[in-house]
């Protein structure tokens, strides 16, 4: 699919985890006794099918099951899911259909049954193949494991990705490489590498301030950053999106929806969504609390509790900030339709002339390597 084809996706969330990581900022929970996942089929059921009533006669060219762990959750409720989507859209014969997995819950049977369930693409979220790496990002699995859940993942499934987390404390630039070419050997088309964030109200975060975990300086970062981009670029994954590399084709077709500006449902406790309703989108989400959403839609139909009309401004922002991030950049005349001004020359041409952007053979305004460790400035000095 290019760029300039509509897209539309389906994000369902699973809210719970086996254990809360000490760096995670997502909407997950840990919760003792079993989860009753045939009420929360149903719920899934009827938010789907109020937002289908909104927002009819789709083509799904994407679902994505994220979390939380959504495999914690039974083939069965999976299928079960898959199918309420079918009974209110289109589904495309070639959907991408992922599901992301964490290595303590990989089961070959299970992968099977996901597989039988209509899942085709699995991301698996390994970040580190370091075992004291991964106990300090709070991991229940060692490296060795989650080399083994890749290699049932392999066997099962086309497509496969796992994410790895780098810039951790003490970090090197040649360790750093070490890991990512291990990484990359087991790598089929895809990864995901992200840096690490202090994210607030975290126990990283209370660490971090307390000055007992250090993570490293600009500089640093930089140089790793570096690192990931010649080390993915050697063994053929370039990188298309500011964290994310793949071979030519094998991109994560459902993040691209977010990142050029498609529309997209989301379901779930906590999901976000953008869906154009007549003439305008609006910006989507739902209850963040599992149970309190529950109980909404059981008693609504849905778990809504945002629902805002963006303005032509606040579209073209979001554009601006998420198609900035992609490899291939930005239409700017699909910005100048959107925000109803084109962007100002004056700041395009200052930006060109520091390095920090470039223009494509075919007219594409994107950021160049020096730009993107210092995307969200770029973004807002274009923004602004």
């Not at 990484?183 to 895809?190: D, F, K, Q, S, W």
């Amino acid at each position: 699919m290019n760029s300039t084809e509509q897209a539309f996706g389906v994000y369902i969330h699973w809210p719970f985890c086996l254990s809360k990581c000490p760096y995670c900022d997502f909407n997950s929970h840990v919760r003792r006794a079993p989860i009753d996942e045939a009420r929360f089929v149903r719920a899934f059921a009827a938010e789907i099918a109020a937002t289908a009533a909104r927002a009819p006669g789709r083509m799904v060219s994407t679902i994505f099951f994220g979390g939380g762990t959504p495999s914690l959750m039974r083939p069965a409720t999976v299928a079960a899911i898959l199918d309420a989507i079918a009974r209110h859209w289109r589904v495309a014969p070639d959907a991408e259909i992922s599901l992301e997995a964490n290595p303590t819950s990989v089961e070959a049977g299970r992968f099977r049954g996901y597989r039988d369930a209509g899942v085709n693409r699995v991301s698996l979220g390994v970040q580190a193949l370091n075992d004291r790496a991964l106990a300090e990002l709070g991991r229940l699995h060692t490296a060795r494991e989650a080399l083994d859940a890749v290699g049932i993942a392999r066997g099962v499934f086309e497509r496969v990705s796992f994410d790895l987390i780098y810039a951790r404390p003490q970090q090197t630039p040649q360790d750093w490489g070490n890991e990512l070419k291990a990484a990359l050997a087991e790598a089929g088309e895809h990864l995901s590498l992200y840096q690490l964030t202090i994210e607030p109200e975290t126990p990283f975060a209370a660490l971090h301030a307390a000055g007992k975990l250090k993570t490293p300086d600009d500089d640093s970062a930089r140089a790793l950053y570096d690192t990931t981009l010649e080390v993915c670029a050697a063994h053929g994954l370039q990188a298309y999106e500011i964290s994310n590399h793949a071979r030519p084709g094998a991109e994560c077709r459902h993040n691209l929806v977010y990142w050029r500006a498609h529309e997209y449902a989301g379901i779930g406790p906590g999901a976000h969504g953008r869906l154009d309703i007549g003439d305008t989108r609006h910006a989507t989400a739902t209850e963040k609390r599992p149970e309190a959403w529950l109980t909404r839609v059981e008693s609504d139909g849905h778990g809504l509790v945002t629902d805002d009309q963006l303005t032509r401004e606040e579209m073209a922002d979001e554009f601006l900030l998420m198609g900035l991030r992609l490899a291939e950049g930005i239409d700017p005349a699909r910005y100048a339709m959107l925000a109803g001004r084109p962007l100002d020359p004056t700041r395009v041409a200052a930006l060109h002339e520091h390095g920090l952007v470039e223009t494509t053979a075919d007219g594409r305004l994107r950021v160049s390597l020096p730009g993107f460790p210092v995307l969200d400035a770029v973004v807002a000095d274009l923004a602004a």
